[in-house]
């Protein structure tokens, strides 16, 4: 792709714009978007108005902008995360039909967990987590089994950068955090209270390939003192299901 006069790639802007789109943020106007994308305002505009043309954004009566179908569209054709997804909601269904708070499916996504999908039950506690949401792994239930059961040099790099507290019990310490990840896999899953919010349990287990690598993560967030045999036992349960759905399908 060719290169802008700041030496961006193509590619590279249009990166920077869909980025600025967030979970919370769904709706922009054009300036804004350049703004946060670190764009001047005639490229972020030129970039925009070219996805608007591709479909990938749309743009609304009073010139704001929002994600497009066409983008979604396209990111579910034959998508890694789309097949995890369909084959975990039966299950992900049961474990909320038991359990009557939050399930959650996540996968590791550039160092991070990405949610794909999350039932929820009305009165069902404190949960910040949202589809297409990302949460840190060292601190999130669903980020630890996806670290204890990843790869060496996933472990390695996460533990060397400054890892970030969300509250006074999020773990920021690597020593401790290694600790955690050993015992994960001796348990086979992870418990992490108040990491998250201070008012809630975490409470994940892996969704495991045949190398015994986390495919995912399924998890269920609890208030903080709730017990967590029964979540445990159907989020058990229902990852084994997962992994013979994945294995059927692959």
């Given at each position: 792709?060719?290169?802008s006069p700041s030496g961006?790639?193509?590619t590279g802007r249009l990166v920077r714009v869909l980025e600025t789109f967030t979970p919370t943020r769904t709706v922009q106007t054009p300036a804004e978007i350049g703004r946060r994308a670190g764009l001047p305002s005639s490229t972020a505009h030129?970039?925009?108005a070219d996805l608007v043309a591709a479909g990938l954004l749309d743009r609304d009566g009073e010139g704001r902008v929002s994600v497009g179908l066409?983008?979604?569209e396209l990111a579910t054709r034959s998508s890694l995360a789309l097949r995890v997804r369909q084959a975990a909601l039966p299950a992900m269904e049961r474990v909320q039909a038991r359990v009557r708070e939050h399930t959650q499916l996540a996968i590791l996504e550039q160092d991070e967990a990405l949610f794909l999908e999350r039932l929820s039950d009305p009165d069902a506690g404190a949960n910040i987590t949202r589809i297409a949401g990302r949460l840190p792994l060292h601190a999130s239930s669903s980020g630890l089994v996806l670290l204890a059961f990843g790869d060496h040099e996933l472990q390695e790099r996460v533990l060397t950068q400054q890892l970030r507290r969300l509250t006074a019990m999020t773990p920021t310490d690597p020593a401790v955090v290694r600790r955690k990840l050993a015992e994960v896999r001796r348990l086979g899953h992870a418990i992490a209270p108040g990491s998250i919010e201070e008012v809630s349990t975490g409470v994940a287990v892996p969704v495991l390939d045949r190398a015994g690598?986390?495919?995912a993560a399924l998890s269920v967030v609890l208030p903080r003192d709730a017990a967590t045999g029964v979540a445990l036992d159907a989020l058990h349960r229902a990852a084994h299901e997962v992994e013979r759905a994945l294995t059927r399908d692959s």
């Amino acid at each position: 792709m060719a290169n802008s006069p700041s030496g961006d790639s193509v590619t590279g802007r249009l990166v920077r714009v869909l980025e600025t789109f967030t979970p919370t943020r769904t709706v922009q106007t054009p300036a804004e978007i350049g703004r946060r994308a670190g764009l001047p305002s005639s490229t972020a505009h030129r970039v925009v108005a070219d996805l608007v043309a591709a479909g990938l954004l749309d743009r609304d009566g009073e010139g704001r902008v929002s994600v497009g179908l066409r983008l979604w569209e396209l990111a579910t054709r034959s998508s890694l995360a789309l097949r995890v997804r369909q084959a975990a909601l039966p299950a992900m269904e049961r474990v909320q039909a038991r359990v009557r708070e939050h399930t959650q499916l996540a996968i590791l996504e550039q160092d991070e967990a990405l949610f794909l999908e999350r039932l929820s039950d009305p009165d069902a506690g404190a949960n910040i987590t949202r589809i297409a949401g990302r949460l840190p792994l060292h601190a999130s239930s669903s980020g630890l089994v996806l670290l204890a059961f990843g790869d060496h040099e996933l472990q390695e790099r996460v533990l060397t950068q400054q890892l970030r507290r969300l509250t006074a019990m999020t773990p920021t310490d690597p020593a401790v955090v290694r600790r955690k990840l050993a015992e994960v896999r001796r348990l086979g899953h992870a418990i992490a209270p108040g990491s998250i919010e201070e008012v809630s349990t975490g409470v994940a287990v892996p969704v495991l390939d045949r190398a015994g690598r986390a495919t995912a993560a399924l998890s269920v967030v609890l208030p903080r003192d709730a017990a967590t045999g029964v979540a445990l036992d159907a989020l058990h349960r229902a990852a084994h299901e997962v992994e013979r759905a994945l294995t059927r399908d692959s």
